[in-house]
């Protein structure tokens, strides 16, 4: 059986698929127009961030690459929407992989208060101390109009001497609610929280600093491999957040 179109359905069948093809031009021009945003974890979270800078010679530190879940590794912010449920932002997006944004905003952190040089990838001499950080990121999150949470299994080294010290921070910086209805998410605000949790995690980490460049030969990190025929001086983590 065969179908023919009429003179009349003619008009008809145009208008049709010159209606199709205008509502695919504005949906297109309408995803085209959605802008991206970029954010950075880089740079004061406030004006006033209580870190005093140290009258002394710069420290050397060396920030190694930190780790993160695979879930938060990707270009999107990704929101915990419900227990058990994230939700990726396609128009909101991290200026740089989230774990070199959390290595570069730490490296800043410490070389602005300690103060510190930060020598990861440049050549120093062997006897020269040189304090370095690993930090493996185990909790992400953004709960819009919540919080924000950094948790994290860090370690100091401080090398010639060998003395390592491992610890484990969480950190929950508040984020104030929004009206989800009508303005979505504050995005911002999420950020700014978690630039908030890495600059407390970065005062624990140069509390550590502090501590190990301060012991006496023989001094040990608690809970190291270090062996001691002796009692010994020794320095602990610092308290949880």
Known sequence: MSVTTTQAQRPMLRAWAAAGLATTLLLAACAESAPFNYYTLSGPASTASGQA??????????????????????????????????????????SQPVADEISQALSQDLTRSLPAVDVYRSAHADTQAVYRIAVNVQRFESVPGSRATLEAVWSVTLNPRDLTLTCHSTVNQPVAATNLADAGPDYPALVTAHRLAIQQLSTQIATVIDKLGALPAGG???????????PSPSIACPSAS
């Open 53 to 94: 800078v140290k009258a002394r010679p710069a420290l050397m530190i060396e920030v190694l690459p930190s780790t993160v879940p695979q879930q938060v590794q990707r270009p999107q912010l990704v929101l915990s929407t419900a227990p058990g449920q994230v939700k990726f932002m396609e128009q909101q997006r991290w």
């Open 220 to 230: 040990k990190a608690a809970g190291t491999a270090t062996a001691a025929a002796s």
